[in-house]
């Protein structure tokens, strides 16, 4: 419900929309149709997701609800989860553990003090010592978590079994306790006949269906809606309608605005899409120096021609975010709420909003995706960007082998990705750079290259993120190669596949950890890439924000 997220290299919400992303309430076969259908709605952000930031799906439908009078709830569970876990007095008896814990509040504050992102080292060890505290929290529930990781060592989130079990046995999940007593006093507070979650993280299914669980136990006439990401991936690559019938009265694919209206008997052409509501999460308690403002401009993305994208994959449409100028809601939003730092969470901004916000007056400090398009080759282009607000860009590169990129229809040169990089840096604006290695076009001899890019480059990138492919199990090319289950599951994303070249994952992993990595070069730019929160933190690490903390 119910923007969705990416499940790989990209830090932010992946978006698609159309009138067929919708399933009406008679296709999922619930029974509640009709204007007024709902009393007052719960929208929940169910853990685990990095806590840095408001979820942006749940706020813009609480903008929409309210737009149109519709009272509705918002709760960011994840954040109240995480808190809960993190401020609990423990006595572990391995030191590391034992000091995580003591530290715990200490730390907490360190990540909220713009100071401590000055100090790479101190920011580090304050990310590791809260990593360790939530996963020898969850270890009596058989649980590896983490700031951005919840991973069961016996049941798996691409599996229906283990996600209906999770929702069976709700007490084997170690957030039971809190999630039990606060969806209750929700539920007391207001009187509130329909519950939306907003599933986007394969890190935050479990724990979804254990609060499914409670609350089919509790309430079992309530509705429950499931959306996001996640929910509209499984539909798209299952081609079902509601994998879970009996727990859920409909699942949602694609943003959620036009499915939830019609749930309330509305006709497009008379509600509003309103702008995103943040005016009900708690900013104090999010783990940044200071409030973020996520927001999308459009979902989907423009170009839609990479091979092995997931976009084009599950065949996700791109589309603005609402009928009303996208930027003028975000100009709104940055006068009204004022933040510190906005978070364009486009899969890739068009290169049109692009240059109207060079154009337009600027706002709050801000980053987002762009793909490595013609016009960042003008300089006069990336200087105005940077006087919008710009601090930051993510530009996926992939590859800096040419024969690669073609493969993977890209659309891009290196030779104006070059031209990019030095724009870039001479306006200014940090580059956040994505490299995949192991796709089907690529052969050690071009991750060789990839490599000897990025160390003529190094100046030039202060942050970068270097992952493994996965290809997507819809990939329109899967059919070229032999494929096999990347793991055992009836909900699937991904698949295994034998590579052409014999470039397989194994010596992809091997030549990453004890080559690429080890370079100094590289191993510089990895150590200042914020672990964990990784783009999220990254703008705050920034030569203009350490003015602002006196540094």
């Given at each position: 419900?119910?923007?969705?997220g990416?499940r790989?290299?990209?830090d ?5 929309t159309?009138p067929?992303?919708?399933i009406s309430?008679d296709?999922?076969?619930s ?20 806590p840095?930031?408001p979820?942006?799906?749940?706020a813009?439908?609480?903008g929409?609800l309210k737009?149109?009078?519709?009272p509705?709830t ?5 954040l109240?989860c ?12 391995e030191?590391?553990y034992?000091?995580a814990?003591?530290?715990?509040q200490?730390n ?10 000055s100090n ?16 020898k929290?969850g270890e009596p ?10 991973e ?5 989130p ?5 996600l209906?079990?999770a929702a069976?046995h ?6 039971y306790?809190?999630?039990k007593e ?6 007391e ?12 993280f394969?890190?935050?299914a ?15 006439e309530i509705?429950?809606l499931?959306?996001g ?5 499984w539909?798209?690559n ?7 019938p009996?727990w859920?009265?409909?699942c949602?694919a694609?943003p959620?605005e ?15 899409y309103g702008?995103p509501d943040y005016?009900d999460f708690?900013d104090?308690?999010y ?5 973020i403002l996520p927001?999308n401009?459009t979902y989907g993305?423009?170009?839609r021609?990479c091979?092995?994208?997931p ?10 975010a ?8 975000l100009q ?5 709420t004022?933040?510190?730092?906005i978070h364009?969470?486009d899969n890739a ?8 916000m060079?154009r337009?007056e ?16 003008d ?5 105005a960007?940077k ?14 082998n040419q024969?690669v ?5 890209k659309g891009?040169t ?11 840096k001479?306006?200014?604006i940090?580059?956040?750079v994505?490299?995949l ?12 290259q990839?490599m000897?890019f ?11 993120n270097?992952?493994i492919f ?11 190669f032999?494929?096999q ?10 698949t295994?596949f034998?590579?052409p070249?014999g470039?397989?994952?194994r010596?992809v992993?091997?030549f990453?950890d004890?080559e690429?990595?080890?370079?100094p070069?590289?191993a510089?730019?990895l ?6 929160f ?11 924000f ?6």
């Amino acid at each position: 419900m119910f923007p969705y997220g990416t499940r790989g290299k990209n830090d932010f919400d992946r978006m698609g929309t159309d009138p067929t992303d919708t399933i009406s309430p008679d296709e999922a076969g619930s029974q509640t149709s009709g204007a007024g259908a709902f009393e007052h709605m719960l929208l929940i952000f169910p853990p685990i997701s990095k806590p840095c930031e408001p979820p942006a799906g749940i706020a813009r439908l609480a903008g929409m609800l309210k737009a149109n009078q519709l009272p509705c709830t918002v709760w960011d569970a994840n954040l109240d989860c995480i808190d809960t876990v993190l401020q609990q007095p423990r006595a572990w008896t391995e030191k590391r553990y034992r000091d995580a814990a003591r530290q715990s509040q200490k730390n907490i504050q360190r990540l909220k003090d713009r100071a401590t992102y000055s100090n790479p080292d101190r920011y580090i060890l304050s990310v590791k010592q809260l990593n360790l505290n939530l996963e020898k929290s969850g270890e009596p529930f058989q649980v590896k978590m983490g700031l951005a990781d919840f991973e069961h060592r016996r049941f798996s989130p691409v599996r229906k079994s283990d996600l209906l079990v999770a929702a069976e046995h709700p007490e084997t999940n170690p957030f039971y306790p809190y999630l039990k007593e606060r969806l209750l006093l929700l539920l007391e507070k207001e009187y509130t006949d329909a519950i939306g979650f907003s599933l986007i993280f394969l890190s935050q299914a479990l724990t979804t269906f254990a609060m499914i669980g409670i609350l089919r136990k509790t309430v079992p006439e309530i509705k429950i809606l499931l959306g996001g990401g996640l929910v509209t991936s499984w539909l798209r690559n299952t081609g079902t309608e509601n994998p879970f019938p009996g727990w859920v009265d409909a699942c949602i694919a694609g943003p959620g605005e036009k499915a939830l209206m019609t749930w309330y008997g509305r006709m497009e052409a008379s509600w509003s899409y309103g702008i995103p509501d943040y005016s009900d999460f708690p900013d104090s308690k999010y783990l940044s120096p200071g409030r973020i403002l996520p927001y999308n401009l459009t979902y989907g993305c423009f170009w839609r021609k990479c091979s092995f994208c997931p976009e084009s994959a599950e065949g996700n449409p791109h589309c603005t975010a609402s009928p009303d100028p996208p930027l003028k809601g975000l100009q709104a939003l940055n006068q009204s709420t004022r933040p510190d730092l906005i978070h364009v969470l486009d899969n890739a901004i068009p290169p049109a909003f692009l240059a109207e916000m060079g154009r337009g007056e600027p706002i709050a400090r801000w980053y987002g995706y762009v793909r490595f398009s013609r016009e960042l080759e003008d300089a006069d282009f990336c200087i105005a960007l940077k006087k919008s607000g710009c601090v930051m860009l993510q530009v996926g590169l992939e590859s800096g082998n040419q024969k690669v990129l073609d493969g993977m229809n890209k659309g891009i040169t290196i030779q104006s990705a070059t031209a990019i990089l030095k724009n870039l840096k001479a306006a200014g604006i940090a580059a956040y750079v994505y490299l995949l290695f192991g796709t089907p076009h690529e052969d050690e001899t071009a991750a060789r290259q990839t490599m000897a890019f990025v160390l003529e480059h190094a100046p030039a990138i202060q942050f970068m993120n270097a992952a493994i492919f996965n290809m997507p199990v819809r990939s329109s090319e899967s059919d070229r190669f032999r494929t096999q289950p990347f793991y055992e599951g009836d909900l699937p994303l991904y698949t295994d596949f034998e590579h052409p070249a014999g470039w397989h994952r194994r010596k992809v992993r091997d030549f990453l950890d004890r080559e690429f990595k080890r370079h100094p070069a590289i191993a510089e730019i990895l150590h200042r890439t914020p672990p964990v929160f990784t783009s999220n933190h990254a703008p705050f690490f920034l030569p203009a924000f350490h003015r602002l903390a006196g540094r």
